[in-house]
């Protein structure tokens, strides 16, 4: 079935606000077995949403519409369809009825355009908006166009979402195939270039697979598309087996969630010391329902005198050794652990930029991780790319990955950097 998406209103061309509806249907869809093939987002110009419901009605057999059917001028998305299929419009008695108890349960009366919401296109099926005063506008084969469905819900998310559930879902069930299953990998400090060329092999070994890397903010995702549940798990295996180490996650959450898991699996608790990132190390592991049970505190050191007296980095070495420097940000991960009596510190520095660090040797996208830990001690460094905000997530996002090396069980705990 080809089916699309059009979403209705300026705002979603401009920085306002983002198209969130196709998002969520295209989530719905996947579970019933079907996709879009295609989504546009119009802004409120009458002749422009004409012209493409003509497109979308060459192009797609299924059409949802979402937005453009309020009360204000600017909401036109009915009359226009109304236009592009040569339907008169009238008063829908039970949309009237609905409309009027609405207003009254709110002890408010309808303004004249509020009526136009009761208005609906002659050969058209109302769906009922129980959450809101927009109805929504159904077509089954409309004139011209056998065999297509056209169907119209609300902007609002809320009220969509309810539309959708009631009355457009059960039409489109058991037209999909299989759904669509996704194998969902996370990686915490694995560059997007070296991943494409460590996978290239085995992308191409399960070519049957839709493979996508997504290089974004806090970490690189690596997802595999199929229909086929046995494709995916081969698939896992092949990838467990050549880039395990580097794995962070598969399927929901971040490097964060598998941290806590392996602490909890442990027994263990962490405290953190960051000034590079700024909090945001302490913000992502307690973004984590349950965090309480392995996470004791963390300690934001800014400036070098915070770093002393908060975190207890001996007097000068920030002077002698630069801030951003090995040796401070294991007197970091250290200091953490003492004085919050953790089994593991945790700590990162760096420079996020813009400027560059003129008094240490630690240029924009530096950033330095170092562990204090039962078995031991170690600490790494690498350059980051991306703006300010990007350093800094990123920076949180290889600072827990670099714990995770040391406590998930494929990998040689007590070895390697301690
Ligand atoms: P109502 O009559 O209930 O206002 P409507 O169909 O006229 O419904 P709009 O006026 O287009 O809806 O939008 C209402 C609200 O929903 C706005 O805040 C708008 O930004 C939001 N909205 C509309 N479309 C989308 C979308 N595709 N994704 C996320 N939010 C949306």
Known sequence: VRIECIAVGTELLTTQRVDTNSVWLAERLGELGLEFHRKTVVGDQRADLKALCAEALDRSEVILCTGGLGPTFDDFTKEVWAEVFDAPMAEDPASLASLLAFHAS???TPSPSNFKQALIPVGAVVLPNPH???PGVLWRDPPGHPGTLVVLMPGVPREMKHMWASSVAPLLEGRGGRPMGTLRMVFGSTPESLLAERTQGLRARHGDLEWTILAGVPHVELLARSRDPRALEAALADCWAELGEDLARVGAGGVEDTVLECLVRRGETLAVAESMTGGQLAARIT??????RVFLGGLTVYCAAAKETLAGVPPGLCASEGTVSGPVTLALARGARERLGAHWGLAVTGNAGPT???EGPAP????????AGPEGEGSTSFRLGGDRAEIQARGASWALDFLRRHLSPSFPEGGGML
Do not use: K, M, P, Q
């Not at 973004?287 to 309480?292: F, R």
């Not at 924009?364 to 562990?371: D, E, K, N, S, Y």
């Open 132 to 134: 809101g005063t927009a």
């Open 287 to 292: 973004s984590v329902a349950g965090s309480s």
């Open 364 to 371: 924009v996208g530096t950033c330095l991780v170092a562990l």
């Open 356 to 358: 560059e660090d003129r």
């Open 106 to 108: 709110r002890g408010r």
